[in-house]
Nanobody, 123 residues
């Protein structure tokens, strides 16, 4: 079993930055990819960023491209999400997740999820 714990959320003004962390523990941790997702109450969970664990290939949707950066530290079993130039519409609960599937750009392939961390961007 894999446990994921997010940290780093909080309140920030528009234009500011935050860095989220997600630490993994449990079974030998070699996922195919790790991802960050976000969800606003009453809406679907959206893809924010993803990175393949071995090769470090990244994916970003247009909504965050150029503002968010996902990285991973394999020695620490930790993935990070650096968020810059934050906007009020970035306000959401942010989740990290892991997949052992090569279909790593599909949300429903992510099997292990953290508990989420709130990010609030004030205008």
């Amino acid at each position: 079993q894999v446990q994921l714990v997010e940290s780093g959320g909080g309140l920030v003004q528009a234009g500011g930055s935050l860095r989220l962390s997600c630490a993994a523990s449990g079974r030998t941790f070699r996922p195919y990819a790790m991802g960050w997702f976000r969800q606003v109450s009453g809406k679907e969970r959206d893809f924010v960023a993803a990175i393949t664990w071995s090769g470090g290939i990244t994916y970003y949707p247009d909504s965050v491209k150029g503002r968010f950066t996902i990285t991973r530290d394999k020695a620490k079993n930790t993935v990070y999400l650096q968020m810059n130039t934050l906007k009020p519409e970035d306000t959401a609960v942010y989740y990290c997740a892991a997949t052992y599937s090569s279909t790593w750009l599909a949300i429903n392939e992510y099997d292990y999820w953290g508990q989420g961390t709130q990010v609030t961007v004030s205008s």
